[in-house]
């Protein structure tokens, strides 16, 4: 946690305290932590954030972090595919429309093969009207 708190240190994080308040929260849920998911504990520390203000800060950050660049790279890659040469007219909405449904085929290529799903979704939301647009 240390070298995280060095890396960021333009948070304001006070490594002395950030020390203290681990060691206390770990003996606060160390009875429990066979029966507290880590969900709970965070939820926990989140509501006694006065008195773990810099652990909290610690963990919001390591939450927002992302483990890797690869979903990243791989919207860019997918971006590159569909959009070609004849495809550099379309709008930005149907480029990202398009991408996203290149990047979660997996889930797309079910509702391909059965769309009851969707439909009835749609039936259950009470809207009565499907506006289709032209395609190009």
Not at 3 to 24: N, T
Not at 69 to 76: I, K
Not at 99 to 117: A, M, N
């Amino acid at each position: 946690m240390k070298l995280l708190a060095d890396a960021y240190s333009y948070i304001g994080f006070d490594c002395v305290k950030l020390e203290s308040q681990a060691v206390v929260a770990e003996s606060m849920f160390r009875s429990e932590t066979e029966t507290l998911s880590v969900n709970t504990v965070v939820k926990k520390l989140f509501d006694m954030k006065c008195a773990f203000l810099d652990l909290v800060k610690c963990v919001r950050l390591v939450l927002t972090i992302p483990v890797s660049s690869a979903e990243a790279e791989r919207s860019f890659s997918t971006m590159k595919r569909v959009k070609s040469y004849l495809r550099t007219a379309m709008s930005d909405a149907r480029l990202s429309h398009l991408c996203v449904l290149s990047i979660e085929r997996g889930l797309s290529g079910e509702l391909f093969v059965d769309p009851s799903s969707v439909i009835d979704g749609f039936a259950e939301s009470g809207k009565r009207r499907l506006l289709l647009k032209e395609l190009d």
